[in-house]
């Protein structure tokens, strides 16, 4: 009786961290889903039981501040975080956890929720986006989800079903939409 009580549970703590900060959800006809064989549970949510590490190269710091380099090689430190609605640390996170602890932990102090953190700091075009500003993502009107602009319309951000990962804007965006861009360093 317990294991199904259990199971339960589970199924709908998973409904609502889906609800909550979702990156392979669509609620559209063109439905995402990732194989299960690839996903790993730990106590604290899920994340890929083999992540694929990307290629930091790709990701250029020479010409930024040093402040802004200090944020994306914090941020690559928590890659393949398993996610976890209501996280804020590297045993697991949401999307606005792992973002408000990452730039905590290098001296800048930013608001808990994605909504909250879409309002601080100064919108910027993304084509006039830099490493280390932030890009939000709306269901309608309301800011849904949060990441880290790493260039090359990529972001670090913690997906509901990778966990902390590195996507291009173009993947991820459809329904949750691109909402805006914003620095909060300069």
Known sequence: MWRHFRK????IAGVLLVSACSSSVRFSSDVHTVPTKRIAKSKYG????KPRVPDWSKIDTRNLSTIRKEI??????????PYWYGGENRKGT???GFVMSVFEKCG?????????????????????????????????DKVS???IYVGDSTMLHASSSLGVTL???AE?????????????LD
């Open 8 to 11: 339960s549970v589970v199924l």
């Open 46 to 49: 899920t994340t890929p039981s």
């Open 72 to 81: 994306i090689e914090e941020a690559e430190k928590w890659y393949g975080t």
């Open 94 to 96: 949401d999307c606005s």
């Open 108 to 140: 800048v102090t930013l608001p808990r929720t994605a909504a909250q953190q879409s309002q601080f700091g100064k919108k910027v075009s993304l084509e006039k986006a830099t490493a280390g500003d932030l890009v939000f993502f709306s269901r309608g």
């Open 145 to 147: 989800h949060v990441g």
């Open 167 to 169: 996507q291009g804007l």
């Open 172 to 184: 991820f965006g459809g329904n949750p939409a691109f909402y805006s861009c914003r620095n909060v």
